[in-house]
């Protein structure tokens, strides 16, 4: 049975100042802000919209320069052509506050439905994730993610190859030093050469140290079915767009630039863009002089859930190309 949904408003001066790694560094960071709130703003989770996932490494950009160059001529899809099954890991992880809202009957439909849509979304690219394992764990340091690398680090199953995702109730945007955003949308590792893997192919019950850390953090309220639903966000693609990244990809809005010879997300069927999206514009072209409009419908844009509809050809290969690169037997 479903409790009544109880307001949540998390503000940063309820976040320990601890939240704050020491020495983090972040090389990109982009905001979405929520410019209009409905009225029943009151039945959903108050969001500052954020996706906290770092810019990419020189390894990561040269591996895409490459690619984009393969593709070019022509060799792209036959290199990705092999479909690929994605052993995944979910872990769902709740404050005690939070917990009640959160019965097995409501994670069960939560997870059940967010792997649903990671399935129909990738289709496309002939990316299939095989669920292997759920867990639950109610602990406020780590629901809040004031404590990831410990909560990984225990929690964290399977090889590099492994998707394991962290969907967390109160996901904070404070460690990233926004003052007046609270809640994040998500965050990603993106892929890097592994130095110390696990026996190839095999599927470890700990990681490495080399890649503990690896995976996915999304706020619960971004799942499809969530109790307490993040406006405008909860139709679970705050996941598809992070998976993104797992699997390599940057913003569509990567370099937020429309300088000539910019490479942006080193796909050449995303158009210039220089400035993320927010909502669901009709017309946006933030690089009038490049072709074609901003690609707001993409996943790897910053629009609403609504709104996205789309990976690009280019995208649907890098991706494969990517996991094969970094990740596929190790
Ligand atoms: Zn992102």
């Known amino acids: 049975m479903l409790l009544p949904i109880v ?7 309820a976040i320990p100042s601890s939240a704050h790694p020491a020495g983090a560094s972040v090389d990109l960071l982009d905001k979405r802000t929520l410019g209009t709130v409905g009225r029943n703003v009151n039945l959903f989770q108050n969001v500052t919209q954020v996706c906290g996932t770092r810019g990419p490494s020189d390894e990561l950009r040269q591996a895409h320069a490459d690619f984009l160059e393969q593709s070019r001529h022509g060799n792209q899809e036959r290199q990705a052509s092999s479909p690929i099954v994605v052993q995944t890991y979910i872990h769902f992880v709740s404050t005690i506050d939070q917990m009640d809202h959160y019965p097995p009957s409501v994670r069960t439909a939560m997870v059940s439905s967010q792997v649903s849509i990671l399935t129909s979304l990738y289709r496309p690219a002939g990316i299939a994730f095989k669920l292997i394992s759920t ?8 629901a809040t993610d004031a404590s990831s690398t410990p909560m990984k680090r225990s929690l964290r199953r399977g090889s590099y190859e492994a998707l394991n995702l962290y969907f967390q109730t109160n996901l904070s945007a404070a460690p990233y030093a926004y003052t007046a955003a609270s809640t994040l949308l998500g965050y990603c590792t993106l892929p890097t050469t592994i130095t110390y893997p696990g026996p190839a192919g095999l599927a470890l019950e ?7 850390t690896d995976g996915c953090n999304v706020l619960a309220g971004s799942m499809p079915k969530a109790p307490v639903p993040a406006f405008g966000y909860n139709l ?10 797992w699997f390599g990809l940057l913003h569509t809005f990567q370099d937020n630039t429309c300088a000539t010879g910019d490479p942006g997300d080193y796909c050449d069927d995303t158009p210039q863009e220089s400035q993320s999206t927010t909502g669901c514009p009709t017309g946006k072209d933030s690089c009038p002089g490049s072709p074609g409009l901003d690609p707001v419908s993409n996943y790897m844009d910053y629009s609403t859930d609504a709104c996205y509809s789309r990976f690009s050809p280019d995208q649907l290969a890098r991706m494969k190309n990517m996991f094969g690169l970094f990740r596929l037997g190790f």
Do not use: M, R
Not at 7 to 13: K, M, P, Q
Not at 206 to 212: G, I, K, N, R, V
């Open 7 to 13: 307001f949540i408003f998390l503000s940063t001066a």
């Open 135 to 142: 867990t639950w764990t109610v602990n406020d340091a780590w």
């Open 206 to 212: 700990y990681p490495t140290l080399d890649y503990a």
């Open 236 to 245: 679970g693609k705050t996941a598809v767009h992070e998976v993104g990244h």
